[in-house]
């Protein structure tokens, strides 16, 4: 049978849905050609190149096979991504879809949610995430175009809601495979978590890891963030899944402390003197560390985060 332990744990009923991607990390096998394979039952999807709205802006997500069924963290950002994720999963595993953890409320990774729960799956997440999905899913998903999305790659999209939630930890048995949600404080939202395979020293961040991809700051609490990433990186995991990005470290970890410090001080710095946000960013670009994809999250930042009226201001 399958197996819940709560510790302060709340059951509700939900909606909201997924993130994930495509493309495997050299050095581990592969399964379906785009779920990476990281130890024997546990797969994800990782160092997705060229994030796009029509690629869940590259978020990963992970594939977790117990005796008793399957666990999956996040589900992408629509019904079609989400179908996507499944057919994938099917290819390697029949076995039922029995929960769904949303590493946080974000569209990305949490638009697919439905497609699973039509399955039966459970949704889980902490409480914050939750009650962000019940404040913002429907807005979000209304102006998806926003976003770039368009209305046929959000066909049939619905948003589903967790249904069961945590203040703290918890534990999911599979059958022979425990996973551990744990909550490390505020970080990338006030209710991001991270999800342990402590006997394969595995570690699904969401995004409170950003690797290789310029982070989205906006809303977080970034004095808890940095505290936050020395708690992920005391785990020692021997793999790391980020939220978008490459296979990672503790070494990433630090960078990642490194990017959101840099950040913070020079787009203060930069805020003062000016209130051009293409300026702002162009300034800052010459001052952070090289990523890869998202680099219009920079002005994004700046301008929800550092442009605002002062009492607005995180």
Known sequence: MNLIR???????AGVAAASLFLLATAGYARAAERLTKLADNVYAYVDTHG???HNSFGANTGVIIGNDGIAVVDTLISAKEADRFIRDIRSISDKPIRYVINTHSHLDHTFGNS??????????????????MLANGEAN????????LTEKEMEGTRLSYPSLTFSDRMEIGLGGQTIQLIYPGPSHTDGSIMVYLPDKRILFAGDILFTDYHPNIAS??????????????????EKIVPGH????????????????????KKAKELAAASSDPQYI??????ALPARKELEFLITA???QRYLKKQGSKK
Do not use: Q
């Open 220 to 237: 977080a609490d970034l004095d808890s963030w940095l505290t936050v990433l020395d708690r992920v990186a005391a785990l020692d995991a």
């Open 301 to 303: 930042n700046i301008m």
């Open 115 to 132: 497609e699973f729960a039509r399955l039966g799956a459970v949704i889980v997440s902490h409480e914050n995430c939750r009650k962000n």
């Open 245 to 264: 990005g490459p296979l990672s470290a503790n070494k990433d970890l630090a960078d990642m402390k490194g990017y959101i410090t840099l950040f913070d």
């Open 51 to 53: 994030a796009t709205p």
């Open 6 to 12: 709560k510790m302060s744990v709340h059951t509700v």
């Open 141 to 148: 998903l209304k102006k998806a175009g926003a976003y770039g």
């Open 281 to 286: 960013a162009s300034e800052l670009k010459k």
